[in-house]
């Protein structure tokens, strides 16, 4: 359905160069023009506007009266105030007023065009194809913008949802299922549609994800490479349940500490994760973030190696990599667990880390997993 | 004491990484400095033997330092 916008402000030259830039989003939204706040409300009492903006200084009435007007009137659509007075007065005004957004004049078309679709298709909600590219796009998006909404998932025989809270996925629903199952299934579907939906219109019942939104995208990553599934099923026939492992934490601890003492402040950040889910299991300044990078890394860096053609070499036992800022960063790789250092390279002799501390806290670490 | 086992975790470790000699330690519930203090006894080294060359891949005869 195609939305109604109304501007209002006594500048008619602005007014109708504004009109006329709308218009070409014609099949998104029309716009209605006035030049007073009191021809705003006759204009009002007639017809239903989806979004209203008005300057606030007008000769008469202002744009604020024209807010209180029709909040009085119970009027349901957006109010955008514009004025080119933004002093702290003003704005701190109108923030007493409540739910009231502010445009700044000047400001650039493009920006205030962005600004109007913007509202609306928040109004209206985002929806579109399902192609794996897109949504996870789109959940991308959501993450960075930390928006708290629900996107609905579905295809021809059923539906399901992810529910954001400040761009973190914190429920997931997908048939009979809930949690991370259920995400993982929803954003590997590959024919369907998605919208996203106001949280007040799908309320959340309970929270089943706990793990934070990069890790859980790849995780998703990983199973959709067939190859590294195939591994994975391979990784699983091979073990038997001799090697399920029953992790000593205080020992991890212990081996955390033998590495504070000997690099002393030329360590950085240290942090141990699981490469299953990417969560940490004992650290110093540990990076979730950082860790969910390196977990990535590390998988394309096995995967690449592994599926070399040559297949002559796998990944040892770590890799360095020097970066900028006298930072070097080590990723010893235990195949479930990887441990991360970062170190200040100046600060750290490079030969005593790899060749006395590595193999000691290797030892710890094994006396970890083996209890 | 335990000279073997421990040669096996080297092996286990120079052909498969840490990866491998952490799946090493697990299958056979011993750590490499725990393997240095105990005996080398006949079934302590097939039990390690048969997991290093699953592990590995490979018989991991070829790989002992005879030294």
């Known amino acids: ?371 | 004491m335990g000279a073997v086992i421990n040669e096996i975790y080297r092996i286990v470790t120079d052909r498969a990484g840490f990866k491998g000699r952490m799946r090493l330690a697990v299958r056979t519930g011993i750590s490499r400095t725990r393997a240095a203090q105990m005996e080398d006894t006949p079934d302590m080294i097939t039990k390690f033997k048969e997991a290093a060359d699953e592990i590995v891949g490979s018989d991991i005869d070829p790989y002992f330092d005879r030294r």
């Not at chain 1, 996203?196 to 790849?218: A, R």
């Not at chain 1, 199973?223 to 934490?249: G, R, S």
């Not at chain 1, 690449?304 to 360095?320: C, T």
Request: hydrophobic letters at 40%; aromatic letters at 10%; a negative charge.
């Open chain 1, 1 to 371: 359905m195609i939305k109604r916008l109304l501007l209002v402000d006594d500048e008619k030259f602005f007014l109708e160069g504004l009109k006329e830039g709308l218009s070409e989003y014609e099949s998104i939204f029309t716009t209605d023009i006035c030049f007073s706040v009191e021809e705003a409300i006759d204009m009002c009492n007639q017809i239903h506007y989806d979004l209203i903006i008005s300057d606030i200084r007008m000769p008469g009435k202002s744009g604020l009266d024209l807010f209180v007007y029709l909040r009085g009137q119970d009027y349901r659509g957006g109010f955008f105030a514009m004025t080119a007075y933004g002093s702290p007065e003003v704005l701190e005004k109108i923030k007493s007023l409540g739910g009231l957004d502010v445009l700044l004049k000047p400001f650039d078309f493009n920006w205030f065009s962005e600004k109007i679709l913007d509202f609306f298709s928040e109004e209206e909600g985002v929806s579109g194809t399902i192609d794996s590219i897109a949504l996870t796009s789109l959940l991308q998006m959501i993450n960075l913008e930390k928006k708290s909404l629900v996107v609905k998932v579905e295809n021809k025989t059923s539906e399901g949802f992810l529910y954001f809270e400040k761009g973190e996925i914190v429920h997931a629903q997908f048939r009979e299922e809930t949690g991370e199952e259920a995400a993982f299934h929803l954003i590997k579907l590959k024919r369907g549609r998605f919208s996203i939906l106001n949280p007040n219109e799908k309320k959340i019942k309970q929270k089943t994800i706990d793990i934070p939104f990069m890790v859980l995208m790849m995780n998703v990553m990983k199973m959709e490479d067939e190859n590294i599934k195939d591994n994975i099923l391979e990784d699983k026939n091979k073990n038997n349940k001799d090697e399920e492992v029953n992790m000593d934490v205080k020992k991890l601890n212990e081996a955390v500490e033998y590495l504070k003492d000997q690099l002393g402040k030329g360590l950085l950040h240290t942090d141990i994760w699981s490469t299953a889910d990417g969560q940490s299991l004992a650290g110093f300044n540990p990076q979730p973030k950082a860790a969910a990078l390196f977990n990535q890394l590390t998988q394309h860096i096995a995967d690449a190696l592994h599926q070399s053609e040559d297949d002559f070499v796998e990944l040892g036992r770590y890799y360095l990599i020097d970066l900028i800022g006298d930072h070097m960063i080590i990723i010893l790789y235990l195949g479930d667990y990887q441990w991360g250092l970062l170190f200040n390279k100046k600060e750290v002799q490079l030969g005593l880390l790899l060749n006395i501390v590595i193999p000691k806290i290797i030892d710890i670490f094994e006396e970890a997993v083996t209890g």
